[in-house]
């Protein structure tokens, strides 16, 4: 139900953007988050925000990567700025909410690399 685009290829320093795009009746209501994966390593949150607008990061990427969402669209972003080879991973779109059931997309690669 969620469906990802904006992965690539891109040397250090550069920019990417994730886009997720989700149902308007999963967006209004969830909270929108994006996790990553790294070969070997647990799944980790980098960013979430809330219906209203709230948002948080994980302290690796503050300063360098943004949160936002187009309520007209149904759609969340991940600017991703300053990008490091330590950001190289599989990038996860969620929807989560404390009572329904979650959503995960399909994952999209970054890959930071020169």
């Known amino acids: 139900q969620l469906v990802e685009s904006g992965g690539g290829l891109v040397q250090p320093g550069g920019s990417l953007r994730l886009s997720c795009a989700a149902p308007g009746n999963i967006f209004s209501i969830y909270r929108m988050n994006w996790y990553r994966q790294a070969p070997g390593k647990q799944r980790e949150l980098v960013a979430g925000?809330?219906?209203?607008?709230?948002?948080n990061y994980a302290d690796s990427v503050k300063g360098r990567f943004t949160i936002s969402r187009d309520n007209a669209k149904n759609t969340v972003y991940l600017q991703m700025n300053s990008l490091k080879p330590e950001d190289t991973a599989v990038y996860y779109c969620?929807?989560?909410?404390?009572?329904?059931?979650?959503?995960w997309g399909q994952g999209t690669q970054v890959t930071v690399s020169s």
């Open positions: 969620n929807a989560a909410h404390p009572i329904f059931t979650g959503y």
């Open positions: 925000i809330t219906s209203s607008g709230s948002t």
